[in-house]
């Protein structure tokens, strides 16, 4: 699995939900994203930007009026990147265990899209609290993660309550996040395999099945 795909800004845009942008704007939310990665979250300023696509300050201002604007639009493009990924691989008639291999393996591609998508990852949860949009976008994409992972184990009839169910969702969404967030903070992209494989088996052990093995 490659891990430097370029971002194709315009068909996140056509997603429902989304929303579609100037190619100014695109290139905006590219520089930000490599400002992001490369010196940290705290260097992301207006300034910074213009500096870095070699607009001015006042058109970058026109576009974008502060950080957080510029915050929003990634948060809400990179989690559409989340809901193409998670739900590119899950095919309505597969079995259980092949949905569960099929929405890590979609996690995965998104978290690892690349280096810079990686990096704007490990933050989000960080993120909500500046500003509500942050925070309502996040609100709306968990919301949309746990349906699907719920409707997974429904449609499994494996459970008998639904707190056993939620239960068991919680615990899939943890390993496989803590496994992500845990391999981009130790910047051991290039080893994902090796996550895969460790996740692969916590999973089989939690959900007490055996999973296809991850052909990334």
Same mark, same amino acid.
């Given at each position: 699995?490659?891990?430097?795909?370029?971002?194709?800004?315009?068909?996140?845009?056509?997603?429902?939900?989304?929303?579609?942008?100037?190619?100014?704007?695109?290139?905006?939310?590219?520089?930000?994203?490599?400002?992001?990665?490369?010196?940290?979250?705290?260097?992301?300023?207006?300034?910074?930007?213009?500096?870095?696509?070699?607009?001015?300050?006042?058109?970058?201002?026109?576009?974008?009026?502060?950080?957080?604007?510029? #915050?929003?639009? &990634? @948060? *809400?493009?990179?989690? %559409?990147?989340? $809901?193409? /990924?998670?739900?590119?691989?899950?095919?309505?008639?597969?079995?259980?265990?092949?949905?569960?291999?099929?929405?890590?393996?979609?996690?995965?591609?998104?978290?690892?899209?690349?280096?810079?998508?990686?990096?704007?990852?490990?933050?989000?949860?960080? #993120?909500?609290? &500046? @500003? *509500?949009?942050?925070? %309502?976008?996040? $609100?709306? /994409?968990?919301?949309?993660?746990?349906?699907?992972?719920?409707?997974?184990?429904?449609?499994?009839?494996?459970?008998?309550?639904?707190?056993?169910?939620?239960?068991?969702?919680?615990?899939?969404?943890?390993?496989?996040?803590?496994?992500?967030?845990? #391999?981009?903070? &130790?910047?051991?992209?290039?080893?994902?395999?090796?996550?895969?494989?460790?996740?692969?088996?916590?999973?089989?052990?939690?959900?007490?099945?055996?999973?296809?093995?991850?052909?990334?």
């Amino acid at each position: 699995m490659r891990i430097n795909y370029k971002i194709d800004w315009q068909a996140l845009g056509g997603m429902d939900g989304s929303k579609s942008l100037s190619a100014k704007k695109y290139a905006l939310l590219e520089a930000s994203l490599k400002i992001i990665s490369q010196q940290g979250l705290h260097n992301l300023s207006v300034t910074e930007v213009a500096k870095n696509t070699g607009l001015s300050k006042p058109l970058v201002l026109y576009h974008y009026e502060s950080k957080e604007r510029i #915050l929003e639009d &990634l @948060s *809400l493009f990179i989690q %559409k990147m989340g $809901e193409y /990924f998670l739900g590119l691989y899950l095919v309505e008639e597969s079995s259980f265990e092949q949905k569960i291999h099929d929405c890590v393996q979609g996690t995965f591609r998104w978290y690892l899209f690349n280096n810079e998508v990686s990096d704007f990852l490990a933050l989000l949860p960080h #993120l909500n609290k &500046l @500003s *509500l949009r942050l925070k %309502k976008d996040q $609100e709306n /994409f968990e919301l949309f993660q746990m349906r699907l992972w719920e409707r997974i184990f429904l449609e499994s009839l494996r459970y008998r309550s639904m707190e056993e169910l939620r239960i068991a969702v919680f615990g899939v969404r943890s390993l496989v996040t803590g496994s992500l967030i845990n #391999l981009i903070h &130790l910047n051991q992209r290039d080893q994902y395999r090796d996550h895969a494989l460790r996740l692969q088996f916590n999973l089989e052990t939690l959900l007490k099945v055996e999973l296809p093995s991850f052909d990334f």
